[in-house]
């Protein structure tokens, strides 16, 4: 007989979680309904190795995003008005009714109508947010479900619309400086397959008839040129094995580990990852602690947020020794991934009880030097990109151009 993990809502209101053993699915449901459950998540207990089912699950969750992906810019509109409407007296249920009836949105449209379903069920609005992790993040829930948690779910939906709006801005510096370099290399791409395919074969033709050898590197364009139109399927199939490879392997626990150390270290965009992660990191811890979670729920929410295998280890470390009784800015410095700035206004919030407030100044602190970060990498980009093709073509027409320098002495012979 299978086992089956739950997630429930008891007749008071409260959150359980357990496992139960039923012949199939459907009575496992009718079992917990008749302990007076309303069943939020039930699952059939994963036997497998442990580093299968990790994997199986980031894998179904980011089939899940490719399939119900939903514009930033449609999550922020959504909830700025779900805050306004719920401030203003009207129902989640009312409010998710006048939402929908508006949406443009199809995929949306079609989450929004679902949500209102289970909301009519019974459902808190973080546990049937819950259903939709293609649409809504583990911070989106963690946060709604703080507000339902604390009472103060209208602030918390308005600190969220806060924090998405500030997103979606630093996306769309990202995304508007992205669209000249992405168009440069789009025609450095093109120039340069034009000019393997049909421009430095016509040297070599004319060469032939002159009866005298090409220059060296003119020769080594030319194999490469003639070895790319011969094996062109097997390079594009090679590189899609290859980039798929390594998207399975970041899927699983040693992957995702190898990748985000990988993208701490790099220059620039290394920083730029890190000050965001530390920004999200204070935002979340202080809207939590804000709204009445626990020191530890909170961690745990956070470790769910964070999105990068290294600080979700480190949190883990930390986690266990404020367990011990260590202090929480104490336990994060003991992890070495803190730096001193968050460690100090941590420490400094623990000693005059607000750590609340003093970890959402962090969050803004943080915020700032991504935005410096993304400005400075827009003004860097472009003579960046002038450099680099400006090598890239130098390096072809040179290398093209130069039978051309012995032109003379080839039919002097």
């Known amino acids: 007989m299978p086992d089956f993990d739950y997630i429930v809502r008891t007749e008071g209101g409260a959150r359980k979680t357990g496992s139960i053993s039923a012949e199939n699915y459907n009575l496992a449901v009718e079992k917990l309904q008749s302990q007076k459950f309303t069943v939020v998540k039930l699952n059939e207990t994963d036997t497998s190795f442990d580093f299968v089912k990790p994997f199986l699950k980031r894998l179904f969750l980011e089939l899940e995003k490719l399939k119900n992906k939903v514009p930033l810019s449609v999550l922020v509109f959504f909830t700025r008005q779900l805050a306004t409407m719920f401030s203003a007296g009207l129902t989640i249920e009312r409010s998710l009714y006048f939402l929908k009836s508006e949406e443009k949105n199809k995929r949306f449209k079609k989450a929004l109508d679902k949500i209102e379903d289970n909301i009519k069920k019974g459902l808190l609005l973080s546990d049937t947010l819950e259903r939709h992790p293609g649409i809504f993040s583990n911070l989106y829930i963690s946060l709604v479900r703080a507000g339902e948690v604390s009472g103060k779910l209208s602030e918390t939906l308005e600190e969220l619309s806060n924090y998405l709006e ?63 139109q011969n094996n062109i399927f097997s390079v594009i199939f090679v590189s899609f094995l290859s980039i798929f490879s390594i998207w399975v392997f970041t899927l699983t626990d040693t992957g995702r580990l190898a990748k985000d150390k990988l993208l701490l270290r790099l220059p620039i965009f290394g920083n730029l990852i890190q000050q965001n992660i530390l920004s999200k990191f204070g935002k979340t811890f202080g809207i939590l602690i804000s709204a009445g979670v626990s020191v530890m729920d909170a961690m745990d929410l956070i470790i769910k947020v964070v999105n990068n295998r290294v600080y979700e280890l480190a949190l883990i470390d930390a986690k266990k020794n404020i367990e011990n009784g260590i202090s929480i800015s104490e336990s994060l410095k003991n992890t070495n991934v803190f730096p001193p700035i968050m460690i100090q206004l941590l ?67």
């Open 166 to 228: 500030t997103v979606e801005d630093t996306q769309r510096k990202v995304k508007s400086a992205m669209y000249y370099p992405v168009f440069i290399i789009i025609f450095l791409v093109v120039i340069l397959f034009v000019t393997f395919t049909f421009l430095i074969p016509k040297f070599s033709s004319v060469y032939e008839q002159l009866g005298t050898d090409l220059p060296y590197y003119t020769v080594l364009f030319v194999n490469i040129s003639v070895w790319l």
């Open 347 to 413: 420490s400094t919030g623990e000693e005059t009880g607000e750590i609340d407030n003093l970890s959402l100044k962090a969050s803004e602190f943080y915020s700032k030097q991504v935005n410096a970060i993304v400005d400075r990498l827009t003004s860097l980009i472009e003579p960046m990109l002038i450099i680099i093709v400006g090598v890239v073509i130098g390096a072809v027409i040179v290398v093209t151009y130069l039978p051309i320098f012995h032109f003379g002495s080839a039919l002097a012979q």
